[in-house]
């Protein structure tokens, strides 16, 4: 089981699914919706490239522009908290407003960095997706080929010309 999922699972189970994005449902359904969500930022080329491989499984994920549609503070919590990973690495430390709001300064509490990105959306760290089989923040962006239920269609290579699935498939 990849890691976070078991974390996941049972907040998933203690709420209601359409809590976890923000009042968008995700079904776990083949008929309606896809059971795969995206956290999306259209802007970055790492996010369009997740989204891309997704698609290239043969899904339409749900996708959720969280600049436009922020997460809420259980679901922020529930997907850092299903990726197995710190807070810390939730947060875009890059981003010239990490600094600016002195969220490097010792001593920050992850309740700060969880406040600080309900604040400031821009500071969520990106693509975050969800699957059945985990959930992953998928820096670099082939992460994601390690939680889609379904193989590569074929070849993928990224915006940056990395060939990451040959042909057949199979990561390169």
């Known amino acids: 089981m990849p890691q976070g999922n078991q ?6 189970q203690q709420a209601p699914v359409a809590h976890f ?3 968008l449902p995700i079904s776990t359904s083949s ?3 896809s059971d795969i969500t995206i956290y999306h ?3 970055c080329g790492t996010s369009r490239n997740t989204l891309a491989m997704i698609r ?3 899904a339409e994920p749900l ?3 969280y600049l436009k549609t922020p997460p809420d503070r259980a679901t922020l919590q529930a997907l850092i908290a299903a990726t197995g990973k710190p807070v810390i690495d939730a947060v875009r430390t890059k981003e010239a407003l990490f600094t600016e709001l002195r969220l490097d300064a010792p001593g920050v509490t992850d309740a700060q960095l ?3 990105m309900l604040a400031h959306p821009i500071l969520i760290n990106r693509p975050i997706v969800v699957t059945p089989l985990g959930t992953r923040l998928c820096r670099p962006s082939e992460l994601v080929l390690d939680i889609l239920p379904a193989p590569q269609q074929g070849a993928f ?3 940056d010309g990395q060939v990451v699935v040959n042909a057949q498939g199979q990561r390169a």
Do not use: L, Y
């Not at 974390?7 to 998933?12: D, E, F, G, L």
């Open 7 to 12: 974390q996941w699972a049972a907040i998933w």
């Open 21 to 23: 994005c923000s009042g």
């Open 31 to 33: 008929n309606t919706m």
């Open 41 to 43: 930022n259209p802007k």
């Open 56 to 58: 290239n499984s043969g």
């Open 63 to 65: 996708v959720i522009e």
């Open 114 to 116: 969880i406040d600080a």
């Open 157 to 159: 290579t990224k915006e």
